[in-house]
């Protein structure tokens, strides 16, 4: 099969026809910078990622990684890719070049993560988790500690992991048991065992330095008393050299579903007595700063969910085209008719569409949500800046969550396009959604997420937050009632934002009364239904984009582009929000029947 990431004329759209990418430049952060500086680099991740990362996709689930005396070992063909990735600059494009990055605006370093982080999502979390831990420095690190870890954690010449959870500590991360001793130096004596740790060891990079969350001595239980360490694997002198190794074991990893490139390692820190750490920040103040890390890999979690669709997809299409079986309806009688390509059946149609709309759908999201990142950051109007980061803070959980579990459905869907071929290993789908399930799983389940919406963001500033959600998406589809031919569609959306304005205002309500166990059985719903609904407004917004494009009579092949994106909006909004419509209605009633059933009554 051809070698697919991401169609090139679809980013472009968003990127510069929805979000206006190239007005950026008019900023003083990113004068430096033009619509054709953009459009290279963004060629490079691409040509890169189709040349270099791509090709790793099948190794890397067949072959996996290996651990052999107590050292992880990442599939052979990783190293050249790292190499590639590192020696293009396509590693923290976002960040400041003093520290290794270019300084690119984030939108555009979104567009080169798709690719780059696309191609395959196991070798990136070796490559680009660095950057995660790295942010954590910057920003609450001393200047020593900048100074000593961030331009090789930016640059990827050192990795980065995430190490919260602990076997009786997942999803409730306050209950971690890893503590930590001040020693007379200054540093601190880790000691604990945790499980689960993405990249916790290999031999991809010459250092690991892990974040750890651990208990200071006599600090308060449960999530308020947690710090975070920075933990070498190898001790990091006072010049930058490397040192001694630090007494951080890796003691297995696990057999997977899917990822099989990712390691997932169980670490023990201090099994001899010795494991050394730095406190980030002040003491007690982990959680908040690991945050900022989650946030960040939340947003990377939802963009695996979406960027694995769209893999799918492209597979998907390109197996539609070709594969010819049946005859046409019209002709199933007629021995004489010849087969068709699928593509051509109306129910592989229905397919390829509801896969294509959630492809789009969900990049137009993920990528405006990158752009509100560059707004709250370089906007100069105090309204925009409140308004980029408050969408931020509310579309978080709804990203990862949304998009996590419709990129899996997407990959599944795509294995139905396939029909028997898909369920083999000879083609790359099955791949896909085996690797992409833990999307929804990490970083705090979907869950956890629904959780995160209902109980803190839909009362952030007393709701006014999510109406300003809707009522950004109201000014699209006032914008739409002023085009004739969109008129209809743009009815039918508002309908759907005043149901859920109503279906917000009831669950919001009921989570602050002593119907909450209610209220938070109908969470994940909420968000479902929230992520729908943002998805629609994405698909007016391209769709009114799209028209106005048709208007300047633009060349055939954008035509089509542009006649496509409109035809998109109608299925998406005929076909997917209706059903949307019926589950609002479900979430309003709040039922609490799943609470009704009888522990014993489950079997
Ligand atoms: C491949 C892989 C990579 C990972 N990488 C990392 C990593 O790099 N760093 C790291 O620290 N961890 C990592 N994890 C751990 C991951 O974040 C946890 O598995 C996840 O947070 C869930 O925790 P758990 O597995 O203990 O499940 P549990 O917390 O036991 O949850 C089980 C189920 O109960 C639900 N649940 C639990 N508590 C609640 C609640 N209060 N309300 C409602 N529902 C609840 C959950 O949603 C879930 O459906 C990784 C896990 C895997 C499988």
Known sequence: ????????????????????????????????????????????????????ILPTLAESDKKGVEFENGQVKVPQSFHRAKKAIRDAQLVSTMEDPEWGGQGLPYLISTAIME?????????SGYIHM???????????????????FLENLYTAKWSGTMVLTEPEAGSDVGALTTSAKKNDDGTYTITGNKIFITGGDHDLSENIIHPVLARVEGAPEGSKGISIFIVPKIWVNKDKTLGELNDVECTGIEEKMGMHGSSTC????????????LLLGEENQGLEIMFHMMNESRLNVGFQG?????????????????????????????????????IQHPDVRRMLTWMKVH?????????????????????????????????LELLTPVVKAYCAERGFEVCVEAIQVFGGYGFTSEFPVEQLARDVKIASIYEGTDGIQAMDLLGRKLGMEKGM????????????????KEKESLIALAKMLEKQVNALGLTAMTIGGAAMSENYATAFANAHPFLEVTGDVALGWMHLWRALTAKNALENNPKEKDRIFYQGVVTAARFYIETVLPVTFGKMKSVQALSDASLAMDEAAFG
Do not use: W
Not at 470 to 477: D, Q, S, V, W
């Open 359 to 391: 492809v789009d759908g969900m990049r137009s999201l993920v990528y405006y949500v990158g752009a509100c990142f560059d707004k709250k950051e370089v906007s100069q109007d105090a309204e925009t800046k409140k308004l980029a980061g408050d969408m």
């Open 1 to 52: 099969m051809a070698q697919l990431i991401a169609d090139r004329r679809e980013i472009d759209f968003v990127m510069y026809e929805l979000l206006d990418a190239e007005q950026l430049t008019k900023h003083e952060k990113f004068e430096d910078f033009s619509k054709k500086m953009f459009d290279m680099i963004i060629a490079e991740a691409r040509k890169l990622s189709l040349k270099e």
């Open 115 to 123: 690719y780059v982080v696309g191609a395959n999502y196991s070798l």
């Open 130 to 148: 660095g950057h995660g831990t790295g942010k954590m420095i910057e920003l609450y690190g001393t200047d020593q500690q900048k100074q000593l």
């Open 465 to 480: 937050v999510y109406t300003n959600f809707l009522g950004e998406i109201n000014k699209i589809i006032s914008a739409a």
């Open 266 to 277: 169980s670490l023990s820190f201090g099994g001899k007595g010795k494991c050394r750490g």
């Open 306 to 342: 979406s960027t694995s669709a769209s893999l799918a997809y492209l597979y998907a299409l390109e197996y539609a085209k070709t594969r010819v079986q049946g005859k046409e309806i019209a002709c199933l009688k007629d021995p004489d008719a010849k087969s068709i390509p699928i």
